[in-house]
């Protein structure tokens, strides 16, 4: 992005904050910000937010927006690790970080009761083996599971103005009954390996997928969502929520192309 960073009308102000915006009728006029401990105020014709699926909710409700689902709905990936043993097999090879994707439970009918499920295969150095000869023989796998969004999971203002306030209130039955599926049925699973001794499945979720959701969701309505299809604030025309806030769901995938795709998307709708 050099060449934007260096136009001569676009001005990039670095280690600052974002506070809130200021809004007449139904459009913002101006957005405040902090840096090096004074306040300024910027304005604008369009403002566009993507400071993520926790500050983005955090600056609307900071300038007064009472749209009901701001903030609600907080969601991402939910993850276990497995360790399987292998035998006459080496694993942990490959140039990246992740060397093969698994998709037998991503869609099919078992999403009526279980959610989908992404494997992932890892070159870990955590998963080396200490016997002699078998360092390799080991496969440090991820199973990434769909989550349901929860109301009750959400970003709210705090005291501190600055920061917001994060509440996670609970997974869903729906997810709870998945894993428990897996540590049920992981051996059968993986039958299909040269698999030596049981599998072992981690007994607690991973605490992130650095993907989180949600929060100032997309849909047709005021009622049942923040912005429309093109990411502009139902009411506030001239406002566009960018990022992982916007979407209403959480599959077991990587969000980032997809952000980026609807980010250039709702530019291109905003400026035509």
Same mark, same amino acid.
């Given at each position: 992005?050099? +060449?934007?960073?260096?136009?001569? &009308?676009?001005?990039?102000?670095?280690?600052?904050?974002?506070?809130?915006?200021?809004?007449?009728?139904?459009?913002?006029?101006?957005?405040?910000?902090? /840096?090096?401990?004074?306040?300024?105020?910027?304005?604008?014709?369009?403002? !566009?937010?993507?400071? &993520?699926?926790?500050?983005?909710?955090?600056?609307?409700?900071?300038?007064?927006?009472?749209?009901?689902?701001?903030?609600?709905?907080?969601?991402?990936?939910?993850?276990?690790?497995?360790?399987?043993?292998?035998?006459?097999?080496?694993? *942990?090879?490959?140039?990246?970080?992740?060397?093969?994707?698994?998709?037998?439970?991503?869609?099919?009918?078992?999403?009526?009761?279980?959610? !989908?499920?992404?494997?992932?295969?890892?070159?870990?150095? $955590?998963?080396?083996? =200490?016997?002699?000869?078998?360092?390799?023989?080991?496969?440090?796998? /991820?199973?990434?599971?769909?989550?349901?969004? +929860? =109301?009750?999971?959400?970003?709210?203002?705090? /005291?501190?103005?600055? /920061?917001?306030?994060?509440?996670?209130?609970?997974?869903?039955?729906?997810?709870?009954?998945?894993?428990?599926?897996?540590?049920?049925?992981?051996?059968?699973?993986?039958?299909?390996?040269?698999?030596?001794?049981?599998?072992?499945?981690?007994?607690?979720?991973? $605490?992130?997928?650095?993907?989180?959701?949600?929060?100032?969701?997309?849909?047709?309505?005021?009622?049942?969502?923040?912005? +429309?299809?093109?990411?502009?604030?139902?009411? *506030?025309? &001239?406002?566009?929520?960018?990022?992982?806030?916007?979407?209403? @769901?959480?599959?077991?995938?990587?969000?980032?192309? @997809?952000?980026?795709?609807?980010?250039? $998307? !709702?530019? +291109?709708?905003?400026?035509?």
């Amino acid at each position: 992005m050099h +060449d934007l960073y260096t136009a001569d &009308n676009i001005t990039l102000i670095t280690g600052a904050q974002a506070l809130s915006f200021e809004t007449q009728r139904n459009s913002v006029t101006s957005i405040l910000f902090e /840096k090096d401990g004074q306040q300024f105020r910027a304005y604008c014709d369009q403002l !566009a937010l993507g400071a &993520n699926a926790i500050f983005n909710p955090h600056i609307m409700l900071s300038s007064g927006l009472t749209d009901p689902l701001i903030g609600r709905n907080l969601v991402e990936q939910v993850s276990l690790r497995v360790c399987v043993l292998l035998r006459d097999i080496r694993s *942990l090879d490959g140039s990246t970080s992740i060397t093969g994707h698994g998709y037998m439970l991503y869609d099919g009918k078992h999403r009526s009761n279980h959610a !989908a499920c992404l494997m992932e295969n890892y070159n870990s150095p $955590r998963a080396i083996r =200490p016997e002699r000869g078998k360092h390799t023989a080991v496969a440090d796998l /991820k199973f990434i599971f769909e989550e349901l969004p +929860d =109301p009750g999971n959400r970003v709210m203002l705090s /005291k501190d103005s600055r /920061k917001p306030s994060v509440v996670f209130e609970r997974y869903s039955s729906y997810l709870q009954r998945s894993a428990t599926d897996l540590r049920n049925n992981i051996d059968d699973l993986l039958s299909a390996l040269p698999v030596e001794g049981p599998a072992i499945v981690e007994n607690e979720f991973e $605490r992130t997928e650095a993907h989180i959701l949600g929060t100032t969701v997309m849909g047709r309505t005021p009622q049942d969502s923040v912005v +429309d299809r093109n990411l502009i604030h139902h009411r *506030l025309r &001239n406002l566009l929520v960018l990022g992982g806030s916007a979407f209403p @769901t959480a599959s077991p995938a990587n969000p980032s192309l @997809t952000i980026a795709a609807l980010s250039l $998307r !709702a530019a +291109d709708q905003a400026y035509r």
